[in-house]
């Protein structure tokens, strides 16, 4: 049974910069996982964010990036904004079925 | 504007069954793989399902595998979930999400609830 590990949560000042990183109990992570990154707010049906590992969609804000760090995926903002406050979850390949992390719910505070 | 659309969701007992559909449109379905994906309440995302864009192969997750089949009719740009043996912790909120390495586009989701 594959699991994939995120911080249950983690709290930033506006302004801020914070990273959320997804571990995978099969070793380090890498591209060959395809980390994807969504955003979901209370009441709302997630919101892709990142995929293969850095790359933004049009809509995604100049402040989210994606990348590899020590083993992990990660997903870094950069000037926090009151309105990032939410559930974030990666979800990585393994050459077939996929798996979500966990999820960190983020607190801008 | 791409959209995916659930539907069929409702209340069944234990050891019943359902099917739900998902209406894609705003792009060429048969290009793109599909997934579904639920989140049971209060809980995290858990994927459930991909098939391929053809249709031609198909993953599950170990907690559905044997009991729920994915499948798609690119003639009607329509996904299907069929679920049988339901268990409570089957219940959930199922979305519809498009893509295979970018999943990008998600419905808004049909509710399954499993209960006698």
């Known amino acids: 049974q594959t699991v994939v590990t995120q911080e249950p949560s983690l709290t930033v000042s506006p302004g801020g910069t914070v990273t959320l990183t997804c571990a995978s109990s099969t070793g380090a992570v890498s591209s060959a996982y395809y980390p994807n990154w969504f955003q979901q707010r209370p009441g709302q049906a997630p919101r892709a964010l990142i995929y293969s590992t850095n790359i933004k969609y049009s809509w995604t804000p100049a402040r989210f990036s994606g990348s590899l760090l020590g083993g992990k995926a990660a997903l870094t903002l950069s000037g926090v904004q009151p309105e990032d406050e939410a559930d974030y979850y990666c979800l990585l390949y393994f050459g077939g079925a996929r798996v979500f992390g966990g999820g960190t719910k983020l607190t801008v505070l | 504007e791409v959209q995916v659309l659930e539907s069929g969701g409702g209340l069944v007992e234990p050891g019943g069954s359902l099917r739900l559909s998902c209406a894609a449109s705003g792009f060429t379905f048969s290009n793109y793989g599909m997934n579904w994906v639920r989140q049971a309440p209060g809980k995290g995302l858990e994927w459930v399902s991909i098939?391929?864009?053809?249709?031609?192969?198909?993953y599950y997750a170990d907690s559905v595998k044997g009991r729920f089949t994915t499948s798609r009719d690119n003639s009607k740009n329509t996904l299907y979930l069929q679920m049988s043996s339901l268990i409570a912790e089957d219940t959930a909120v199922y979305y519809c999400v498009k893509g295979d390495h970018a999943v990008d586009s998600w419905g808004q989701g049909t509710l399954v609830t499993v209960s006698s």
């Open positions: 098939v391929s864009n053809n249709g031609g192969s198909a």
